[in-house]
């Protein structure tokens, strides 16, 4: 994989990288559609990666659908699938990993410690193993994007992040690989969350600006979803992750929840 990057670099190409897990959906689809656009060739990862599981957590259950997912990068253009063993990416005895400070503790890194250093220590290896490129990343997964954000920062990487908007179902249900999990029940549940979103949205563009006065009222909706439990609502600043007093534009409004046993994120940026 290393030498058929640097090949294509060679030859002029501009890389865009999508990495993903696999258990593909439209969500995954349009990075690939954007990197096709904005790059010359593209080139993609399937990987599950154990580091970023916690104990009792979905990895053993997490959807794998490869012959599928090969299917469906190679309809979008992707000339170059990264599918490496865990023995390859984690070699035995391995024991260096990466880790945020900070902004990788907070909301999603909270709630799921170590969450957060699995997944800035394989996209680091990943990010060595395709060298310099564009990367795309959803901003469903916003928490994750401000981790990797410093990360790439911080360590000097030869690589542009670039944040493309969140894919949504015709319910307005954020695409999520952990969607399947859902039964029909639950899926009518999960709407609550882009419901609350919604009317935080409205209540800002209305001058409400407080940011516990939003909160606040949008538990109110929560509490009606008796089968929705609540991970955290916050609204917080977009890198830092820390929470905010009041809104202003650029200000990441974010909710985790659990409908059932199924955890699912969302969120949306103010402006």
């Keep these: 994989m290393q030498a058929v990057c640097r090949e294509l670099r060679d030859d002029g190409y501009v890389v865009g990288f999508v990495p993903t897990m696999g258990a593909l959906h439209e969500g995954h689809l349009s990075l690939a559609r954007r990197a096709r656009m904005e790059c010359g060739v593209v080139v993609a990862s399937i990987f599950v990666n154990p580091l970023q599981f916690g104990p009792g957590e979905d990895f053993t259950r997490y959807p794998r659908t490869f012959e599928e997912d090969c299917r469906r990068l190679e309809s979008e253009g992707v000339v170059v699938l990264f599918a490496p063993e865990a ?15 900070g902004v990788g503790d907070r909301l999603d890194g909270a709630s799921r410690p170590g969450h ?23 901003q469903k997964d916003a928490a994750q994007v401000a981790v990797l954000q410093r990360m790439v920062k911080d360590l000097n ?39 609350v979103l919604r009317q935080v949205e409205a209540r800002i563009a209305a001058g409400e600006r407080r940011s516990a006065v939003l909160i606040e009222e949008a538990r109110q909706v929560l509490d009606g979803a008796a089968r929705v439990r609540l991970d955290y609502l916050a609204v917080v600043d977009a890198s830092t992750l820390l929470p905010m007093e009041t809104t202003e534009e650029g200000t990441l409004v974010a909710i985790a929840a659990w409908v059932g046993s199924t955890r699912l994120i969302d969120n949306f940026v103010v402006g």
């Design 116 to 138: 957060f250093t699995g997944v800035t220590t394989v996209v680091t290896k990943l990010f060595h193993v395709v060298g310099r490129c564009r990367a795309y990343f959803g």
């Design 87 to 101: 023995g390859e990416m984690y070699p035995a005895g391995a024991v260096t990993t990466v880790t945020v400070a």
């Design 157 to 195: 990487f030869d690589v542009e992040l670039v944040v493309c908007a969140i894919v949504r179902d015709v319910d307005g249900l954020a695409l999520s690989s952990r969607n399947k999990y859902l039964s029909a029940t639950e899926r009518g549940d999960a709407l609550v969350l882009h419901r």
